[in-house]
């Protein structure tokens, strides 16, 4: 009976996915046939409309992201579908424009009531925005938090995951923490939902996750560079044995010569569309503080090479050269625009047109950070195997702020599963970060701390793991706040 209320659950979810979708497709393809009659009837132009409407739909949703309420929060779900619901829109609209390029319509090509895209999209949102606040209201109606347990080795790890959790109330409820040496904790995991494995040594951490799979308990973990090798990993059988071969070269010369190819293209074409931009940003640098308006900063890219990468200037002049920090008092007034707009970047086309840069990359980080990072983190130079990128899985995944260990496993990611598709899908997936408050959220004095200190240890508990809290009382006690 529970498995078939689970099943009739998933089906009104799936069904409240299609009727989004169909209102979406819908809420294009009926206002364009006003003007468009041949839309609505069995015609060229309303297959090849209606076809490039779903094929694009489907790909962008996939770069994007689409309907998975109940996994997200409502805002991102919102960004992601409405950012695919906007490229699929332009796709179509142009495909349509070119079947009425014709003897009959258009002698040339013309775009047709551009303007009406406008009132299509916003309608579009305000679908989109009922189906995903209504369908999260939902889901969380019928579904309680899962119950979770919280394994990890010391009391700041447990601080960092609990944070991070906590965002997530909806989904998830703290109901206990441990440590992996604690001698019941086999015990413990059979009494909750979802397991979140946080800083556990790699031989225990296997350990545990084997329990939770013999348990039929869902179970989260951080990643460590043999997980991120893994990912890439290939079955092969050796006679009757088999094998996983994990090889780790970079990309190769084929990859190389079309990533090189892709780039100058993207760089020339992106140079040229924001040159307007460029330009009223110059003006406005000038005018605020007369100083310089292009900042240069060595870097390192491929095999350690250093270069100079170039962006607009968002800092005052002459000061100290540090990570940037909360109320961080040398950003100028034009800075913080440029800065959450990503638009000081984009002088960074023509490092990738000189060749020092890729499109798509590891950041490049700053000379002193490498070496500080690379101490604690012998791994960070694995970054360097490509090019160093104007956007990367790194940026769009995490925030300025994120950890050199997370940004680090984000980036190895990268470089394992590279591909020309994951490549297109990170540079469609940049316009999210734009959307992001959050992307370019600065260091507060405490992680500032942490990052030039460079992770020395992780302290001692200040509070007793094992403790059984309420989820209320996690955040106050376990967190301090």
């Avoid at 090849?48 to 109940?70: E, P, Q």
């Avoid at 904790?185 to 040594?201: C, E, G, M, Q, R």
């Avoid at 994990?246 to 992106?270: C, H, N, P, W, Y």
């Avoid at 000189?354 to 700053?366: A, H, I, L, Q």
Wanted: charged share 25%.
């Amino acid at each position: 009976m529970k498995e078939q209320l689970r099943q009739c659950e998933y089906l009104i979810m799936f069904l409240f996915k299609i009727i989004l979708y169909f209102c979406v497709f819908w809420t294009f393809y009926r206002l364009f046939a006003i003007r468009n009659w041949q839309l609505l009837n069995a015609s060229r132009t309303a297959a090849v409309t209606a076809l490039s409407y779903l094929i694009s739909g489907y790909l962008f949703l996939k770069i994007y992201g689409g309907y998975d309420v109940g996994k997200r929060k409502s805002k991102p779900i919102i960004i992601s579908v409405s950012l695919a619901a906007a490229m699929t829109d332009i796709v179509a609209y142009i495909m349509l424009c070119v079947m009425n390029t014709n003897q009959v319509n258009n002698q040339k090509f013309t775009l047709e009531q551009p303007w009406l895209l406008l009132i299509i999209f916003a309608i579009q949102m305000l679908i989109i925005n009922i189906a995903v606040y209504g369908g999260n209201y939902i889901y969380f109606k019928i579904y309680d938090p899962a119950r979770c347990l919280i394994v990890t080795s010391s009391q700041r790890s447990l601080n960092e995951i609990c944070k991070s959790i906590r965002k997530y109330k909806l989904q998830y409820k703290i109901c206990r923490n441990v440590d992996y040496r604690n001698e019941s904790l086999k015990d413990l995991i059979t009494k909750y939902d979802t397991v979140f494995v946080y800083d556990v040594p790699v031989k225990e951490r296997t350990q545990i996750v084997e329990f939770c799979y013999q348990n039929m308990k869902n179970v989260y973990i951080n990643p460590e560079m043999a997980d991120v090798v893994e990912l890439n990993a290939h079955h092969i059988m050796l006679d009757d044995v088999s094998l996983l071969n994990m090889s780790s070269k970079g990309l190769r010369a084929e990859q190389r010569f079309v990533k090189r190819i892709s780039d100058l293209l993207i760089s020339i074409t992106a140079l040229v569309v924001t040159s307007p931009i460029l330009l009223i940003s110059a003006i406005a640098i000038k005018l605020n503080d007369g100083g310089a308006i292009f900042f240069k900063q060595n870097r390192a890219t491929r095999d350690g090479k250093i270069f100079s990468v170039y962006k607009l200037r968002t800092m005052k002049e002459n000061v100290d050269n540090y990570l940037s920090v909360v109320n961080d008092d040398r950003v100028t007034s034009v800075g913080k625009v440029l800065r959450r707009f990503r638009i000081d970047e984009i002088p960074q086309f023509i490092n990738v047109i000189k060749g020092d840069m890729s499109v798509v990359g590891p950041r490049p980080e700053m000379l002193a950070n490498i070496f500080n990072y690379t101490n604690d983190l012998p791994e960070f130079e694995y970054r360097l195997r490509v090019k160093a990128g104007i956007t990367g899985y790194a940026q769009i995944a995490g925030k300025y702020n994120t950890s050199p260990k997370d940004k680090l496993i984000l980036d190895l990611m990268y470089i394992e599963e590279y591909s020309f598709w994951m490549d297109i899908k990170l540079i469609f997936q940049t316009l999210i970060v734009i959307f992001k408050k959050n992307s370019t959220e600065a260091f507060d004095n405490e992680k500032l701390s942490d990052y030039q200190d460079s992770q020395k240890g992780y302290g001692s508990f200040a509070y007793s793991l094992g403790k059984e809290y309420e989820y209320d009382e996690v955040q106050d006690k376990v967190l301090g706040e």
